[in-house]
């Protein structure tokens, strides 16, 4: 289920396995918002432990 940000909320905290696809959540256009991957960063993601990532800051933006 995909939950957006609350109008009354500037930001929030969200966890690593809450996080999905702009496709799989519904948003239209979703190809539109994706970039070039890179690779060594991926790979350094992969090789590092997960439970040690900070948590992420989403920000709700009009900016695209």
Do not use: N, Y
Request: aromatic share 4%.
């Amino acid at each position: 289920m995909v939950q957006l940000l609350q109008e009354d909320r500037e930001d929030f905290v969200v966890k690593m396995s809450d996080l999905c696809a702009l496709e799989d959540a519904g948003i239209e256009d979703a190809h539109l918002a994706r970039r070039p991957i890179d690779r060594e960063h991926v790979i350094s993601l992969l090789l590092s432990d997960a439970r040690k990532w900070p948590p992420i800051l989403v920000t709700k933006t009009d900016l695209g």
